[in-house]
Nanobody, 118 residues
């Protein structure tokens, strides 16, 4: 299963960006998809997660600013990021957890860089 993330870029403090990620390959079902981020010199952290039933959870640092959504038909996940802050600067990674006819999978995208300038 391959994931392709896009939508990163350079934005000013207070701006918005929308990240997209689509999963392809042999997919029988997806349990959930999420976004992680990793800033320079820091550990990768969970930003937001969405289950296929629509339930979501967010890191405290992004609650009220970021919204995760999913298109089950397209095996795609999105992250709408508003009111961006310089501390949101990081490489953002999407992930899909599910199964195909052979085994479960836990697949990561390649990462997309988000830079927020002050």
């Amino acid at each position: 299963v391959q994931l392709q993330a896009s939508g990163g870029g350079l934005v000013q403090d207070g701006g918005s960006l929308r990240l997209s990620c689509a999963a392809s390959g042999s997919i029988s079902g997806i349990n959930y998809m999420d976004w992680y981020r990793q800033a320079t010199g820091k550990q990768r952290e969970l930003v937001a997660r969405i289950l296929t039933n629509g339930n979501t959870n967010y890191a405290d640092s992004v609650k009220g600013r970021f919204t995760i959504s999913m298109d089950n038909a397209k095996n795609a996940v999105y992250l709408q990021m508003n009111s961006l802050k310089p501390e949101d600067t990081a490489v953002y990674y999407c992930r899909a957890v599910g199964w195909n006819k052979w085994s479960p999978f836990n697949s990561w995208g390649q990462g997309t860089l988000v830079t927020v300038s002050s």
